[in-house]
């Protein structure tokens, strides 16, 4: 009986130095929300983690899920661009082109969802690739806010030779370009100069907001990505409200909330390469009449919606962190990561002590 007491209380001892080993690292582990409206950013920020701090590369089998997905958002894009096209009354620089459009569009949402192989791509590659090159389709690309299509289709239409090679295989910036909407929450965990940092991504349309909720015990800080780009687009739910507007609804209801009060909120005003091709072609004042400084300078309007989320914070002793990203550059994420990195943990440097 006292030998097998013995083996027990090394058993309990054991599970207990496991727990306590874990309970250790937990104490240690950062914690980090992503939240932000659909398509600001975040999922593309997840990668960019995996391709700084993780494995570098994707595994074989991502990489050949994000080929089809590839091929998907393609298709996708050009029956967003072909439809819109005929709404605008935009007439084809060729006529002849108009006899392909069929080929394009038999494509349901349904087929897209199932995915796209290769064989089917590579039948419909030329035509997308065609119309790409007609003038028609450049107009209505170019009045895009008045509609809903994914910013980096232009990225994968000018690669569609390269796309609708046999031996396709996506490399990292094809990765970072493809875009797959988030359903529900997804987490990943990286070790960062030997400190785990678990980041939590979750989808941002209204339709998965309520799962946000579910995140919000434990958390050492939120990154709220913003799609700065967006002050002239509609969100897709209503097609009315500002994609801006929204955005600073949400980062309103975020910081100012009581459950938030001890966790550092970090704004990312993302896709900045793409605001600075916009500033000079959408005068920003057709949207925001208070916009007060110089329209066509990138750096006024910058400060100006940052201010818009600056300024629904209550709590106006409490430091306000923001930074110009661009999702899609994995040198600008590095930078700035690292400099996110050092203020969380300075400020969590004393609990961390403590722990």
Same mark, same amino acid.
């Given at each position: ?15 207990? $130095? ?5 309970? @250790?690292? +937990? %104490?240690?582990?950062?914690?980090? !929300? #992503?939240? /932000? ?58 006529? $002849? ?5 069929? @080929?394009? +569009? %038999?494509?349901?949402?349904?087929? !897209? #969802?199932? /995915? ?240």
């Amino acid at each position: 009986m006292v030998c097998c007491f013995g083996k027990k209380d090394e058993r309990t001892k054991t599970i207990e $130095k496991e727990l306590h080993k874990e309970r @250790k690292i +937990m %104490r240690r582990q950062i914690n980090l !929300l #992503l939240l /932000g409206s659909g398509e600001s950013g975040k999922s593309t920020f997840v990668k960019q983690m995996h391709i700084i701090h993780g494995a570098g590369e994707f595994t074989a089998d991502e990489v050949r899920a994000y080929r089809q997905q590839i091929y998907q958002n393609a298709i996708s894009a050009m029956r967003v661009l072909l439809d819109a096209r005929n709404k605008l009354g935009i007439a084809w620089e060729d006529p $002849k082109r108009q006899v392909e459009v069929e @080929k394009v +569009m %038999r494509f349901t949402v349904g087929d !897209l #969802l199932k /995915g796209i192989d290769f064989t089917t791509f590579v039948e419909v590659a030329p035509i997308i690739s065609d119309f790409w090159n007609d003038a028609a389709i450049r107009k209505t690309y170019e009045q895009r806010n008045l509609f809903q299509i994914s910013d980096s289709c232009q990225y994968f239409f000018e690669h569609i030779p390269r796309i609708a090679m046999p031996d396709f295989y996506p490399t990292n910036r094809d990765i970072l370009f493809c875009r797959k909407a988030t359903r529900g929450i997804s987490e990943h965990i990286f070790e960062i100069n030997k400190i785990p940092f678990r980041f939590i991504d979750v989808g941002g349309q209204r339709s998965q907001r309520q799962k946000w909720f579910q995140c919000f015990t434990d958390i050492t800080s939120i990154l709220f990505m913003v799609a700065s780009n967006e002050y002239d687009q509609v969100i897709l739910e209503d097609r009315r409200t500002n994609r801006v507007v929204e955005s600073r609804s949400v980062f309103e209801t975020i910081v100012n909330n009581r459950a938030f009060s001890n966790v550092s909120i970090i704004l990312f005003m993302n896709k900045n390469d793409l605001l600075q091709e916009k500033v000079p072609k959408s005068d920003i004042r057709q949207y925001f009449t208070d916009f007060t400084g110089d329209h066509t300078l990138v750096r006024d309007v910058q400060f100006f919606l940052v201010d818009k989320f600056e300024a629904s914070r209550r709590d106006r002793a409490r430091p306000f962190f923001y930074h110009f990203t661009t999702a899609v550059d994995t040198e600008n994420i590095r930078r700035v990561f690292r400099d996110v990195r050092e203020s969380i943990l300075e400020q969590n440097l004393k609990t961390l002590m403590m722990q």
